[in-house]
Structure formats: structure tokens, C-alpha cells
């Protein structure tokens, strides 16, 4: 009978060990999953920023690139604005027209200078001339235009000046 309370005894406490034993296997295995959990999260977490990121770059080359195409047009919008004040062609006219329209679907808006207080962002002085009011802008010698809100181009304009 000793023996017997002798062999559960040791069978017992190899159960137990065997227990003790897996109990820090699945120990070790639920860390390991909780680490490779964090890993994923981590590495999910950083491709997300990658895609915005990259997803951002691209819509700032795409804008810088538009914008580098419409301020090649600029110089032939000021040869049609100065076409149209030497002559009344109804085909001038019409390209003018659809020109000017094919830029503002692209988001290129004129900015109305005259008669507007002057702002050193949406034009440039080029000369100051006497008036009633300060820094009022009589004359637009170079239209300003706009691209989606942005002064792209800048007008060139004379501001009045009260004569002291």
C-alpha cells in the first residue's frame, strides 16, 4: 500500500510538473502571440502613413505639375487680352471665350484688381500715381489669375496716392 500512495505520489507530481510545464509553454505562447499581435499592429499601422503619405506626394507633384502647364499659357491669355483691344474678330472672340473657359474648369480664376484695396499677395506695384484715396489700385497693367483659391500669378498694378 506504501507503494502504491508511493507510485501516485510520484505520478502525481509528474502530473503536476507536466501541468506546470505547459501552463508556462502556453505562457510563453500567448506572449509570443501578444508580441507578434504588436509587430502586425505596428507594421499595419506604418503602411497606412506609407499610403497617405504617398497618397498626398502625389496630389502635390499632380498640383505643382498643373500649375508649371497653366503659367506656360499665361504670356498667350496677355497676347489675346492685347488681340482683343486692336480688333473685334467674332473668331478671336470665340477662341478667347473657350480658352478662358478650359482654364477656369482647371480651376484658374481672374482676380478683379481694380478699384480694390491693394494687397502686396495678389498683385505687385508697379508704379504709384496721385488719387483721392491710399493704396487703392486705379489700373491693372497684368491681370492676376488664381488656381483653386492660390494666387499663381501675381497682376501688376498702379496704386493711387493722396497728394499731400
Same mark, same amino acid.
Given at each position: 500500500?506504501?507503494?502504491?500512495?508511493?507510485?501516485?505520489?510520484?505520478?502525481?507530481?509528474?502530473?503536476?510538473?507536466?501541468?506546470?510545464?505547459?501552463?508556462?509553454?502556453?505562457?510563453?505562447?500567448?506572449?509570443?502571440?501578444?508580441?507578434?499581435?504588436?509587430?502586425?499592429?505596428?507594421?499595419?499601422?506604418?503602411?497606412?502613413?506609407?499610403?497617405?503619405?504617398?497618397?498626398?506626394?502625389?496630389?502635390?507633384?499632380?498640383?505643382?505639375?498643373?500649375?508649371?502647364?497653366?503659367?506656360?499659357?499665361?504670356?498667350?491669355?496677355?497676347?489675346?487680352?492685347?488681340?482683343?483691344?486692336?480688333?473685334?474678330?467674332?473668331?478671336?472672340?470665340?477662341?478667347?471665350?473657350?480658352?478662358?473657359?478650359?482654364?477656369?474648369?482647371?480651376?484658374?480664376?481672374? +482676380? %478683379?484688381? *481694380? =478699384?480694390? @484695396?491693394? &494687397?502686396?499677395?495678389?498683385? $505687385? /506695384? +508697379? %508704379?504709384? *500715381? =496721385?488719387? @483721392?484715396? &491710399?493704396?487703392?489700385?486705379? $489700373? /491693372?497693367?497684368?491681370?492676376?489669375?488664381?488656381?483653386?483659391?492660390?494666387?499663381?500669378?501675381?497682376?501688376?498694378?498702379?496704386?493711387?496716392?493722396?497728394?499731400?
Amino acid at each position: 500500500m506504501a507503494k502504491k500512495q508511493t507510485e501516485k505520489t510520484n505520478e502525481e507530481n509528474q502530473i503536476e510538473q507536466d501541468f506546470e510545464s505547459l501552463q508556462k509553454q502556453l505562457a510563453e505562447s500567448q506572449k509570443q502571440v501578444e508580441e507578434m499581435k504588436s509587430h502586425y499592429l505596428r507594421a499595419l499601422a506604418d503602411y497606412k502613413n506609407l499610403e497617405n503619405r504617398t497618397r498626398i506626394e502625389r496630389e502635390q507633384m499632380r498640383d505643382t505639375i498643373k500649375k508649371q502647364i497653366i503659367e506656360q499659357f499665361f504670356p498667350v491669355l496677355d497676347n489675346l487680352d492685347q488681340a482683343e483691344v486692336f480688333t473685334t474678330d467674332p473668331g478671336l472672340q470665340m477662341i478667347s471665350k473657350s480658352f478662358r473657359q478650359t482654364l477656369k474648369d482647371l480651376g484658374v480664376e481672374e +482676380v %478683379e484688381l *481694380v =478699384d480694390t @484695396e491693394y &494687397d502686396p499677395h495678389a498683385a $505687385e /506695384v +508697379v %508704379e504709384v *500715381v =496721385d488719387g @483721392e484715396q &491710399d493704396n487703392i489700385i486705379v $489700373e /491693372v497693367l497684368q491681370k492676376a489669375y488664381t488656381l483653386n483659391g492660390t494666387v499663381i500669378r501675381p497682376g501688376r498694378v498702379k496704386v493711387s496716392k493722396v497728394k499731400s
